[in-house]
């Protein structure tokens, strides 16, 4: 199971707005690369394709492939706004050691 909050939920429904993707789902997803091997990422999709883990969160459909829930599986996205950093944080439990900024991983 993934988990995310309703910041997450409302700053992916801006971006879907900003981008003109109307009423698609999120994808989310594990690729190689990044200071520490893996890496987040995410995208706009209509549908799930075969295989998928679907979730739904107020609404929001989100889509996350086998090999990547593999890795994701227990994880909280958020979405954090400050002074110093804004942008979308995923704790996770299955990361063992993640690089400085956050956005790379090992397990």
């Not at 409302?10 to 200071?35: F, H, Q």
């Not at 804004?86 to 991983?105: D, Q, T, V």
């Amino acid at each position: 199971m993934i988990d995310m909050t309703s910041a997450a939920v409302t700053k992916v429904r801006a971006m879907a707005d900003d981008y003109k993707v109307g009423e698609s789902g999120l994808r989310v997803m594990i690729v190689g690369g990044g200071c520490s091997g893996l890496s987040y990422d995410m995208d706009f999709e209509e549908t799930s394709r075969d295989g998928d883990e679907v979730f739904e969160f107020e609404g929001l459909k989100v889509f996350v492939d086998p090999m990547s829930y593999s890795y994701l599986d227990g994880t909280r996205i958020d979405y954090r706004e400050g002074f110093t950093y804004s942008g979308f944080h995923f704790e996770n439990p299955n990361a063992k050691k993640s690089c400085g900024c956050g956005s790379s991983f090992t397990v």
